[in-house]
Each structure stands twice: as structure tokens, then as C-alpha cells.
């Protein structure tokens, strides 16, 4: 069992704010402890349009941040 923690960004959007490419406008959690066999972010595909996810060892989201095509 691996255990990972991820910050989620919802009811928002990203773009540019003063040149800078950030999330704008939502909030952000944290979700710490996960179990990486096991976990579901209880989101369906009715509700949501994408989701996107980037690597958190890199820190520049406009290159970095990618479109999440599945579970694996």
C-alpha cells in the first residue's frame, strides 16, 4: 500500500493573473493519506467536463499541468 497526499482545485479555473499561469477563482484542498489501491474522488463523468493533474516535484503548471485520460 502506498500512501500519497494530493491538493485538488475545484470550482475554478486556470489562466493568467499579472503574466502568471495559476488557478483563479476556486478553492483548493488538501487530501492527505491516501491510499493509492483504494481511492475514488467520488467525481462523475455527468458532473465534471476534465480533469487535469500535474506532477508535484514540478512547480509550473502552464507546462506541466495534463489531461487526465483514465484510472491507470
Not at 482545485?9 to 499561469?21: A, D, K, M
Given at each position: 500500500m502506498a500512501l500519497f497526499n494530493m491538493r485538488v482545485?475545484?470550482?475554478?479555473?486556470?489562466?493568467?493573473?499579472?503574466?502568471?499561469?495559476k488557478y483563479l477563482k476556486g478553492q483548493s484542498t488538501v487530501v492527505?493519506?491516501?491510499?493509492?489501491?483504494?481511492?475514488?474522488l467520488g467525481?462523475?463523468?455527468?458532473n465534471i467536463s476534465a480533469l487535469w493533474?500535474?506532477?508535484p516535484t514540478e512547480d509550473d503548471y502552464e507546462r506541466h499541468l495534463k489531461l487526465l485520460g483514465g484510472d491507470t
Open positions: 482545485h475545484h470550482g475554478g479555473l486556470f489562466g493568467y493573473e499579472n503574466g502568471v499561469f492527505e493519506d491516501i491510499d493509492g489501491d483504494r481511492w475514488s467525481y462523475l463523468k455527468s493533474y500535474k506532477d
